[in-house]
């Protein structure tokens, strides 16, 4: 069970890891208008 | 931008629209206002301002109109007490509205993915205390959950609880207590305890931590408000959407030869009253004004709701925001922006928002006493806990900090205005006064004005007769000349019947003198004249039976030449609508200014018993009052043309047509459209509004009266509070949305 004590603190890196990609995808705008590429197909 | 700038009154002029002398209205967005308190805080601060006339702040919007008087005091210095308080103020031009906005909704968006994913990942740590039985969990292992579960649970408080405690702290400031008080109570409770549970696993609690609960709990929460933010937001949506920005440049007509025009395409603030402009098919008219040339159909959608076209030509008016479908027309400006149509409606249902029915505000003020004794209840249920169960103590203080749910009274009733008025809205009824929907239910007596309203005010000719002296073609065409540029409904009328493609005759000086007639002078004929028996200078006596009973007469110099009969159009189901009012025992009855023997058909038509004719506005006002002091509650449908006293009158009353008069009068409902069947409509609906609100209210009672024991009682943990909490707020929101369908 020892092993636990490096696979933890791993994980909250990786928490934050995702939060940090989180973060960036909303900032830049990933999140917004979402429809636009489904309508890109029908216009070409 | 420089506020300092703004100093002269030509500075203002620019964006801020001039009332009348010194009085200047403008919009405004005040970025940071977070709740009720925040608005009261910036209404209250300016009204005390010598000079202020009138201050409205949104709360949903974050849009504020302010009158003020600028002989008395100065725009500056007014938002600098708004950026006093802590607020960022900007012009209400669409590009910075909007930026505030997104850059809003991604920080709640990134708020909540935070707790989202920190949530899971808390839970999976608190699994093996849980699962670990009686034994416990190794203390080592304990540790290591706990103190990972404090690290994560540190950007959840820190981000995504934040708006908990501001608007905590904001309530505060203003001497309000609000319901996110008892929310960060609970939350900074939970966090100490785990702190000191992991820092020392073996103090007074053993060591018992909440994260898990805590995350769930600032998670559910975030999420449920995300979605009531989302249902307000999308009834809001349906207003601006309606009013979406027109076109920013404007085809201005400089010559006015409408066969050659010359056409230079300007800015639409730089368009003056009096300016000629063209509208190509497809285009959306840019401004209030009447038809000089051209004809066409138009798309008044955002009036009526419909997009049934509307033939429209020389003479008629047109309306911002109606789409010209099929023809080129020239039109000249009669209203700018701010003074136009549709900017009025706008307004309407802005300033709406901020009445609350009777019993809405007597809920407003029972919420600060609850929440008090809430507050009051959690310390005492602790102080009473701690003798027997230091555990059972803490649980029983944080829960029922968390599980009360005043939600009803904050949440639910402006969702429920916002989704019933937002209902109305698309089918073109629009709500002035929200209040109305109290007294609406209760009415036992109507009144209705009768042209316009009960019939489509557009007569039509129902007999002719001609004299044998002239040509009766050329009768027609002279009718045609006097008609062509009248607005009058009996003129109309009657341009429409004896419409001619190459009439050629030239009539000069046509004068008409408004509710009386037309008259010109002609070489050959001397003074023609069309209108009523009275003008034309015809004794009734003279007449024969059949003659006079016609409305309108033609004369050549004294000498009678030709009579008009003409009948009007009801509106479809004005019968059904009397009926089904019978059904509910409410009694109708007309008031009209119009003769005896027209107020008798349309009473007949309609199934009306009772009806008045020849009444003046005051008597109509008379007839209003007598009833109420008889005791009957009184619903007045009229067009506000020359109803206008009585429609104030009344307990209620409804402005009805497509007459601007109709947003002018006073009144508590407009319904842009001839459908009179609406107002079946808008009775039911304004029952099942107020019943919704009901509904929350008893549910938000009886959840209390049953929940707050139990936590006291200490049966509730913690998490289980929270749950609760948001599963009621979640049932009220949806309760009120399903009024929206």
């Not at chain 2, 959840?156 to 708006?163: A, C, H, L, P, T």
């Not at chain 2, 049953?706 to 006291?712: K, Y």
Request: hydrophobic share 45%; charged share 20%.
């Amino acid at each position: 069970m020892e092993i636990l004590f490096i696979l933890i603190p791993i994980s909250i890196i990786f928490n934050f890891a995702v939060l940090i990609f989180l973060r960036w995808a909303i900032y830049s705008n990933q999140f917004e208008k979402l429809d636009n590429e489904a309508r890109r197909i029908l216009k070409e | 931008m420089n506020w300092n700038f703004v100093k002269n009154t030509s500075d203002l002029s620019e964006f801020c629209e001039n009332i009348n002398d010194n009085n200047w209205r403008v919009e405004l967005i005040i970025d940071g206002i977070h709740c009720m308190a925040c608005v009261s805080k910036i209404e209250n601060t300016l009204k005390k301002i010598k000079g202020l006339r009138k201050i409205n702040v949104h709360l949903t919007s974050n849009h504020a109109i302010i009158e003020w008087n600028n002989s008395l005091v100065k725009l500056p210095r007014l938002v600098s007490l708004i950026k006093k308080l802590g607020f960022n103020v900007f012009l209400s031009s669409e590009d910075t509205g909007l930026a505030s906005k997104q850059l809003k909704s991604k920080e709640v968006l990134w708020n909540w993915s935070i707790s989202l994913i920190c949530f899971f990942q808390i839970m999976m740590f608190s699994m093996p205390s849980y699962l670990s039985g009686n034994d416990g969990l190794d203390s080592n292992l304990k540790s290591l959950f706990d103190w990972g579960s404090f690290i994560l649970i540190i950007p959840v408080i820190i981000f995504s609880g934040k708006v908990f405690f501001q608007n905590a702290l904001n309530g505060l400031k203003n001497k309000v207590i609000n319901m996110d008080l008892p929310i960060s109570l609970g939350i900074i409770l939970m966090f100490l305890f785990s702190v000191m549970g992991t820092v020392n696993p073996s103090n007074l609690f053993s060591g018992k931590v909440y994260y898990d609960s805590i995350s769930m709990f600032i998670f559910l929460l975030l999420s449920s408000r995300y979605l009531e933010h989302k249902i307000k937001i999308k009834s809001w949506a349906t207003f601006t959407n309606f009013f979406k920005k027109l076109p920013e440049s404007s085809r201005k007509v400089e010559r006015k030869d409408f066969r050659n025009p010359r056409i230079t395409i300007v800015s639409s603030n730089q368009i003056r009253k009096g300016d000629f402009l063209q509208a190509l098919p497809g285009e959306t008219i840019n401004f209030d004004g009447v038809i000089i040339d051209g004809s066409s159909n138009l798309n008044n959608m955002f009036m009526t709701g419909e997009s049934f076209p509307e033939a429209v030509g020389e003479g008629n008016k047109i309306f911002a925001g109606a789409i010209n479908i099929d023809g080129l027309i020239y039109y000249k400006v009669e209203r700018l922006r701010n003074t136009s149509y549709i900017s009025k409606i706008k307004k309407i249902i802005e300033d709406s928002q901020y009445t609350k029915p009777a019993f809405v505000r007597m809920v407003d003020k029972i919420a600060q006493p609850f929440l008090i004794s809430i507050i009051l209840l959690s310390i005492s249920s602790c102080l009473i806990w701690w003798s027997i169960s230091h555990q059972m103590a803490i649980n029983a203080m944080i829960s029922v900090l968390i599980v009360t749910c005043p939600c009803a009274l904050y949440l639910s009733t402006p969702i429920a205005m916002c989704a019933a008025a937002n209902k109305l809205a698309r089918k073109g009824i629009y709500i002035k006064n929200l209040e109305a929907f109290e007294t609406l239910a209760k009415i036992n007596l109507l009144f209705f004005d009768k042209t316009g309203t009960l019939t489509d005010g557009k007569p039509k000719i129902d007999n002719s007769y001609f004299t044998n002296l002239h040509d009766q073609k050329y009768l027609k065409k002279v009718l045609y000349g006097l008609t062509k540029n009248s607005m009058h409904p009996f003129a109309r009328s009657i341009k429409e019947n004896y419409s001619v493609k190459n009439h050629k005759i030239e009539l000069n000086e046509i004068k008409e003198i408004t509710g009386k007639g037309i008259e010109t002078k002609s070489k050959t004929h001397g003074i023609i004249k069309l209108g009523s028996k009275i003008f034309c200078g015809i004794d009734p006596n003279d007449l024969p039976r059949h003659l006079a009973s016609c409305q309108v007469h033609m004369t050549f110099d004294g000498k009678w030449i030709a009579s008009f009969s003409f009948k009007e159009n009801i509106k479809d189901k004005a019968k059904e609508i009397i009926a089904s009012f019978k059904r509910r025992n409410v009694e109708s009855l007309i008031l009209s200014g119009d003769q005896k023997k027209a107020v008798h058909d349309v009473a007949k038509k309609v199934g009306i018993n009772k009806y008045f004719w020849g009444m003046t506005p005051k008597n109509k006002y008379l007839k209003v009052m007598n009833a109420q002091k008889n005791k009957a509650r009184v619903l007045m449908v009229g067009d506000g043309f020359n109803d206008g006293p009585a429609l104030a009158q009344a307990d209620v009353s409804i402005t009805m047509g497509d007459s601007p008069s109709i947003i002018q009068t006073k009144s508590d409902f407009i319904i842009i459209s001839n459908d009179i069947f609406l107002i079946n409509f808008l009775i039911n609906l304004s029952k099942k509004t107020l019943s919704v609100i009901k509904q929350n209210i008893y549910w938000a009672i009886l959840y209390n009266f049953i929940m707050v024991p139990f936590a006291f009682l200490g049966y509730i943990e913690p998490w289980l509070a929270g749950l609760g909490m948001t599963f009621s707020s979640l049932i009220v929101a949806a309760n009120s949305y399903r009024l929206n369908q």
